[in-house]
Structures are given as structure tokens and as C-alpha cells.
Nanobody, 124 residues
């Protein structure tokens, strides 16, 4: 059983930065595709970023491309999301997810394990 625990959320002013972390335990982290998704109030959970098992390939939603950077440290079983130039539209609960079979995907249904989420609030 894979367990994921996010941290690093909080309140930040528009234009600021935050770094989210996700600690994984159980399973074989270094073989998983890892993703970050987010869910704003009243909206569906949406894809933000994903990273291949090796870290050599990444994918970003158009809404965050150029502002967010996903990375991972397989030695520490950690995945990160560096978020810069934040705006109120980035306010959401951010979730870490693991896909244990298959490559990078934007469809949340392909991810088998999820963390509890961490709240990010950006004030204008």
C-alpha cells in the first residue's frame, strides 16, 4: 500500500511562491509516475503536473507551464512542486498522486494512490 503525505501549502500573496512536498511510503516509489493535481472550490480536480519515474520527462497543464516546476528525489521518496508567480486562480487544494503502471498521464483516473491534499490560498 502506497501512502502519500503532502505538505507546504499555506497563504501567500499574489506574485509569491510556494514549494509543495509529497512524501511517499510503501511500494516502489522510484518506479512510479508522480503527479500533482488541484481542486478549486466548486470545480473538478484538474491536472497540474506530472513527472516520469526517472525524472527525465515532465508534463504541465497549460495554466501552470512556465510558473510551476515538478521534481523528484527517488533516494528520499519525495516529489516536489515549486510554484512561482502565483495568482488567485491558483487557489485550490493540491493533491499528490501516484501512478504505478504506465507512463505520464493527465487523466486522474490513471492514478491509483492519492494524498489527503494541502490547501494553497493566494490573496490578491
Amino acid at each position: 500500500q502506497v501512502q502519500l503525505v503532502e505538505s507546504g501549502g499555506g497563504l501567500v500573496q499574489a506574485g509569491g511562491s510556494l514549494r509543495l512536498s509529497c512524501a511517499a511510503s510503501g511500494g516502489t516509489f522510484s518506479t512510479y509516475v508522480m503527479g500533482w493535481f488541484r481542486q478549486a472550490p466548486g470545480k473538478e480536480r484538474e491536472f497540474a503536473a506530472a513527472i516520469a519515474w526517472s525524472g527525465g520527462y515532465t508534463d504541465y497543464a497549460d495554466s501552470v507551464k512556465g510558473r510551476f516546476t515538478i521534481s523528484r528525489d527517488n533516494a528520499k521518496n519525495m516529489v516536489y512542486l515549486q510554484m512561482n508567480s502565483l495568482g488567485p486562480e491558483d487557489t485550490a487544494v493540491y493533491y499528490c498522486a501516484a501512478r504505478v503502471v504506465g507512463g505520464i498521464a493527465r487523466n486522474r483516473n490513471f492514478y491509483a494512490y492519492w494524498g489527503q491534499g494541502t490547501q494553497v490560498t493566494v490573496s490578491s
